[in-house]
């Protein structure tokens, strides 16, 4: 199996960047469909974006089009989300996961593996 770890989070002013990596070992990421999902306090996890396992398909939920990006680079690895234009309703737990399955899930419920977690904060 594959264990995963992200990293990236922290405190940002609305309007800026912030860029989350999401590191595994264990098992190679390329076996994997990738997403990343957060969690806000009082909410249930919520499906941001997934790629395919060579990059070729993503999914983005509509809340983020346009102002996040989901990549990778499996020689190293890692997944990344590229997240711009921040805004406070972005403030959330966010988790990188990973489905064995070869489709592209973009419910949470599909997702074998799970990071720990990594805070985002937006001020306003």
């Known amino acids: 199996q594959v264990q995963l770890v992200e990293s990236g989070g922290g405190l940002v002013q609305t309007g800026g960047s912030l860029r989350l990596s999401c590191a595994a070992s264990?098992?190679?990421?390329?076996?994997?469909?990738m997403g990343w999902f957060r969690q806000a306090p009082g909410k249930e996890r919520e499906t941001v974006a997934s790629?395919?396992?060579?990059?070729?398909?993503?999914y983005y939920a509509d809340s983020v089009k346009g102002r996040f990006t989901i990549s990778r680079d499996n020689a190293k690895n890692t997944v990344y989300l590229q997240m711009n234009s921040l805004k406070p309703a972005d403030t959330a737990v966010y988790y990188c996961?990973?489905?064995?399955?070869?489709?592209?899930?973009?419910?949470?419920?599909?997702?074998?593996?799970w990071g720990q977690g990594t805070q985002v904060t937006v001020s306003s």
């Open positions: 790629i395919s396992w060579n990059g070729g398909r993503t």
């Open positions: 264990g098992r190679a990421v390329k076996d994997y469909v």
């Open positions: 996961a990973a489905d064995s399955a070869p489709a592209l899930h973009t419910s949470p419920d599909e997702y074998d593996y």
